[in-house]
């Protein structure tokens, strides 16, 4: 919790002035029922309009200034509140971008997305009603009760009896009410990853013909987040009847002796309204201070997952890592390779070994599940291997730092990911864009087939592209990010299924181009074997085993998987052609 402390730096003059115009406050009020008692006892029956009217107009004094000092402290609060959360907020979208991957798949991107918005919005809250909170209740209820003496020391028992018991309401209940916060947050940090699965294979479960199935799934896990907030919101409404219950008792009890004390010429009424008002004002400042002490529960356990993300260890870019020299033809190393997710209960990949020397292509199937996508990401550097050896070489040398790795392997990935922006920021993306001529990018169009429907756009390369290229085809999409790759022009280039949604005329081009154009080593991972016969070798991944490798013929002759595969697609093409 100190880290968050840092934040408050930029804003120490806001955090003390909030709460001193608030204590400044606090003290004018506890004047009114003072003047007031005045006027009960020394204008009123006296008939003095003069000590009236005066009394009347220190009143709206008071009032006027009240207001202008609550104003004021009410902007300092904020301006604290809101600032601290702006830079916290900033700092902690900086660490979830530097998160290692395993990090981020551990935390959930559901749970990072509400601790970054809903949790630090939580913290904001907190902070600003403490700051208000923090000196006016306690100077309001314990200067109540010093001045409710100084008329009663009598009375007064009763008033130190009420804080007590309310004090001690406050505390029970925070105790009870403090886990159930935790469980909402979770609840929400579900209902979050939900939600977003749901809304993205929305046109699948349309497909499938499942959304009762999702809208019962949903259901259920709404009506868990209902239950845990029913329950901690009935709880937490008992404080307010409770509170008024044990005032509203004491009320009773200092009327019935305020009276007595009256009878016996002890007491003045205008003292027993002056008690009667600042008993009220405590039960107002304690529902206050209830209400403050609920939302800084609920803002340090936010402020706990938040701090739980600072905590996480941060991945360095250009930290060195261990050279390796191997042969200058090789770059790509694989031996003995296994290969485990940190929640998962058994590898995803056993016992990879393999090789791949400039200018090769390597093709990688399997069934879904056998380990294609796991494989990519090691090849990227996101994950490293727990046993064996994963190396990527160029002119015989590894990479010096994951930057540079990251570097020399341009990506496609199995969903096209683009961004609003323009075809030219999406295709320059990582790169500076000043630095790449017109030319380049037409050139990286054409070798991925997209430059005739990007010329037909009124803009050309300016053309708008809406978020997640949606403004766009599967096959656009899917063209465009290999665009994107080439341009990189990195010694390794992989192709993670990613070009499923184009046809074999079309993939049959983009291939070759990327074989005569590029001096590139391409990973191409498919489904379909017709685009993988070309590939000088071919990994065959069966549940996370490798159990084939070599060129197409020969995987026929020796491969049951690969075989398996082959003749069932090709008897699909066989009955498509003979159908139409």
């Known amino acids: 919790m100190k880290d968050l402390l840092k934040y408050f730096r930029g804003y120490i003059k806001e955090t003390f002035l909030g709460p001193l115009f608030k204590l400044l406050e606090a003290s004018l009020e506890l004047l009114v029922p003072i003047i007031i008692a005045r006027i009960v006892d020394k204008a009123i029956p006296h008939k003095d309009t003069s000590h009236l009217l005066m009394m009347i107009g220190l009143l709206v004094c008071l009032a006027i200034f009240g207001v202008l000092v609550s104003i004021t402290a009410?902007?300092?609060?904020?301006?604290?509140?809101?600032?601290?959360?702006?830079?916290?907020?900033?700092?902690?979208?900086?660490?979830?971008?530097?998160?290692?991957?395993?990090?981020?798949?551990?935390?959930?991107?559901?749970?990072?997305?509400?601790?970054?918005?809903?949790?630090?919005?939580?913290?904001?809250?907190?902070?600003?009603?403490?700051?208000?909170?923090?000196?006016?209740?306690?100077?309001?209820?314990?200067?109540?009760?010093?001045?409710?003496?100084?008329?009663?020391?009598?009375?007064?028992?009763?008033?130190?009896?009420?804080?007590?018991?309310?004090?001690?309401?406050?505390?029970?209940?925070?105790?009870?009410?403090?886990?159930?916060?935790?469980?909402?947050?979770?609840?929400?940090?579900?209902?979050?990853?939900?939600?977003?699965?749901?809304?993205?294979?929305?046109?699948?479960?349309?497909?499938?013909?499942?959304?009762?199935?999702?809208?019962?799934?949903?259901?259920?896990?709404?009506?868990?987040?209902?239950?845990?907030?029913?329950?901690?919101?009935?709880?937490?409404?008992?404080?307010?009847?409770?509170?008024?219950?044990?005032?509203?008792?004491?009320?009773?009890?200092?009327?019935?002796?305020?009276?007595?004390?009256?009878?016996?010429?002890?007491?003045?009424?205008g003292s027993l309204i002056a008690l009667v008002n600042y008993l009220l004002n405590i039960l107002a400042e304690l529902l206050k201070l209830a209400m403050m002490v609920t939302n800084l529960n609920q803002s340090f356990i936010s402020a706990r997952r938040v701090q739980e993300v600072f905590e996480q260890e941060q991945e360095n870019l250009d930290d060195s890592i261990e050279l390796l020299t191997g042969d200058p033809n090789q770059v790509l190393a694989i031996s003995d390779m296994t290969f485990t997710y940190p929640t998962a209960a058994r590898p995803s990949l056993y016992d990879i070994s393999l090789s791949l020397n400039q200018g090769q292509t390597l093709g990688v199937i399997g069934g879904t599940g056998s380990g294609k996508s796991t494989l990519v990401q090691l090849i990227m550097g996101l994950y490293q291997a727990q046993e064996g050896q994963l190396a990527i070489f160029e002119n015989g040398q590894s990479p010096s730092s994951l930057a540079q790795w990251r570097g020399w392997v341009g990506l496609v990935p199995q969903k096209a990911e683009l961004f609003q922006g323009t075809i030219r920021s999406n295709l320059t993306l990582g790169m500076d864009s000043s630095q790449v001529s017109d030319d380049q990018l037409w050139w990286a169009l054409d070798i991925a087939q997209a430059s005739d429907f990007v010329r037909e756009k009124e803009q050309g390369l300016d053309s708008e592209v809406k978020e997640f290229g949606r403004n766009f085809s599967g096959g656009q999409r899917q063209r465009l990010t290999i665009a994107r790759a080439v341009l990189k022009q990195a010694p390794i280039l992989i192709l993670d299924d990613s070009t499923s949604a184009l046809d074999y005329l079309t993939e049959s081009k983009l291939l070759k181009a990327i074989k005569t154009e590029l001096k590139t080593s391409l990973i191409l991972i498919s489904q379909r074997t017709n685009s993988l016969k070309s590939a000088d070798k071919i990994l065959v991944l069966d549940k996370g085993k490798q159990v084939g490798l070599g060129a197409h013929q020969s995987l026929l002759a020796d491969c049951p998987t690969y075989r398996d595969i082959h003749y069932s697609q090709h008897k699909e093409d066989q009955a498509w052609n003979h159908h139409h």
């Open 74 to 269: 009410q902007y300092y609060s904020s301006k604290a509140a809101v600032g601290y959360t702006k830079q916290l907020t900033k700092d902690l979208y900086k660490k979830i971008m530097k998160l290692p991957k395993e990090s981020r798949d551990r935390l959930t991107t559901a749970s990072l997305v509400t601790r970054l918005s809903g949790d630090t919005y939580q913290i904001q809250t907190g902070i600003n009603q403490f700051l208000r909170l923090f000196l006016r209740a306690p100077i309001i209820v314990f200067g109540s009760v010093i001045m409710a003496y100084l008329l009663s020391p009598k009375i007064t028992i009763w008033f130190a009896i009420m804080v007590v018991l309310l004090f001690l309401l406050i505390y029970i209940m925070s105790r009870l009410v403090n886990p159930l916060y935790l469980v909402i947050r979770k609840l929400t940090d579900k209902l979050v990853s939900k939600t977003r699965e749901q809304l993205e294979g929305m046109q699948v479960i349309r497909a499938f013909g499942q959304i009762e199935r999702v809208k019962q799934e949903f259901a259920d896990l709404n009506q868990s987040y209902t239950k845990a907030q029913i329950r901690t919101g009935f709880l937490s409404s008992l404080v307010s009847p409770l509170t008024f219950l044990i005032v509203n008792g004491t009320l009773v009890v200092v009327i019935w002796q305020g009276n007595l004390a009256i009878g016996d010429n002890l007491l003045t009424q």
